[in-house]
């Protein structure tokens, strides 16, 4: 609306500037008629069409001026946002949250701050790869179209494991209902991740991972995909392995209730979540 009542005064202002030197130009022809009856009086008026002139050359120069700064807010392009990372997650029942809590104390007690600790949230990855923000509606439709065909399913979490990638997590067993949630979110989201984004270092050196991740944002799908919840990020891993030693890990069930959508760091964390959506019953 702003831009338009710009664009309206501008007009008007050019209008009145181009009217104003018609009418200077008329005004100088008449002078000129004027002047053939002397010599004198031709010499004065020819002063004065140069003058009046110049004065039109200069109202012109100031609209062309007005209309370069002008320019840049009749931009038709939309906004441009940032490409940042989206992790779409399973949401799990509190059975996971209480699990997750008492392992955070025992890691605590050891001098260890989990990631539950520091308030992030519980996240068992299905598909983390990098967008523009401008297509976050899409993958909202998207995560609510799938969610609502999904019924709940089960989840084993078996162990504790300190990765190549210097985390603590808890790992799942891969079922059929994990591997098939993850494999339809990779493929309805794939077309709308950010292309000819940066492969990270480490992936580099593993071909196979290095392709998946051209193709997909991500080198963790389908056959790579694994199910597990961090619970610590950048760990030491000598401490990690000492408590992994001698914490006494129970294996326990949880279900599976929905997705969750949220941004995270570069860390793949994040403390809040989007949007979530749960599954039919």
Same mark, same amino acid.
């Given at each position: 609306?702003?831009?338009?009542? !710009?664009?309206?005064?501008?007009?008007?202002?050019?209008?009145?500037?181009?009217?104003?030197?018609?009418?200077?130009?008329?005004?100088?022809?008449?002078?000129?008629?004027?002047?053939?009856?002397?010599?004198?009086?031709?010499?004065?008026?020819?002063?004065?069409?140069?003058?009046?002139?110049?004065?039109?050359?200069?109202?012109?120069?100031?609209?062309?001026?007005?209309?370069?700064?002008?320019?840049?807010?009749?931009?038709?392009?939309?906004?441009?946002?940032?490409?940042?990372?989206? *992790?779409?997650?399973?949401?799990?029942?509190? $059975?996971?949250?209480?699990?997750?809590? @008492?392992?955070?104390?025992?890691?605590?007690?050891?001098?260890?701050?989990?990631?539950?600790?520091?308030?992030? %949230?519980?996240?068992?990855?299905?598909?983390?790869?990098?967008?523009?923000? $401008?297509?976050?509606?899409?993958?909202?439709?998207?995560?609510?179209?799938?969610?609502?065909?999904?019924?709940?399913?089960?989840?084993?979490?078996?162990?504790?494991?300190?990765?190549?990638?210097?985390?603590?997590?808890?790992?799942?067993?891969?079922?059929?209902?994990?591997?098939?949630?993850?494999?339809? %979110?990779?493929? @309805?989201?794939?077309?709308?991740?950010?292309?000819?984004?940066?492969?990270?270092?480490?992936?580099?050196?593993?071909?196979?991972?290095?392709?998946?991740?051209?193709?997909?944002?991500?080198?963790?799908? !389908?056959? *790579?995909?694994?199910?597990?919840?961090?619970?610590?990020?950048?760990?030491?891993?000598?401490?990690?392995?000492? !408590?992994?030693?001698?914490? @006494?890990?129970?294996? !326990?069930?949880?279900?599976?209730?929905?997705?969750?959508?949220?941004?995270?760091?570069?860390?793949?964390?994040?403390?809040?979540?989007?949007?979530?959506?749960?599954?039919?019953?």
């Amino acid at each position: 609306m702003i831009k338009k009542i !710009f664009f309206l005064i501008f007009i008007i202002f050019c209008f009145n500037i181009f009217s104003n030197t018609d009418y200077s130009t008329s005004d100088s022809n008449s002078d000129v008629s004027v002047s053939e009856q002397s010599t004198s009086d031709y010499d004065s008026t020819n002063i004065s069409s140069d003058y009046k002139t110049s004065d039109s050359s200069d109202s012109i120069g100031v609209v062309i001026l007005i209309l370069i700064f002008l320019i840049p807010l009749f931009d038709s392009k939309p906004n441009v946002k940032p490409n940042v990372d989206y *992790n779409v997650f399973v949401i799990l029942d509190n $059975n996971t949250t209480t699990n997750v809590e @008492n392992i955070s104390k025992k890691l605590k007690e050891n001098g260890i701050e989990s990631l539950y600790e520091k308030k992030y %949230i519980i996240q068992l990855t299905l598909y983390l790869t990098k967008y523009n923000m $401008n297509n976050l509606h899409k993958i909202k439709e998207i995560i609510e179209k799938i969610a609502n065909q999904t019924k709940s399913f089960n989840v084993e979490f078996y162990r504790l494991r300190k990765t190549d990638r210097k985390l603590l997590v808890l790992d799942a067993k891969n079922n059929e209902n994990t591997q098939q949630l993850a494999d339809e %979110i990779t493929v @309805n989201l794939t077309k709308y991740h950010a292309k000819n984004i940066n492969v990270p270092n480490w992936i580099k050196y593993i071909p196979e991972r290095e392709k998946l991740f051209k193709l997909y944002g991500s080198s963790d799908v !389908f056959t *790579n995909f694994e199910p597990y919840i961090p619970l610590l990020s950048q760990v030491n891993l000598s401490q990690i392995q000492s !408590f992994i030693s001698k914490y @006494n890990f129970n294996p !326990f069930k949880s279900k599976a209730i929905g997705i969750g959508i949220a941004q995270v760091d570069d860390l793949g964390q994040a403390k809040n979540i989007i949007y979530s959506v749960k599954f039919k019953k």
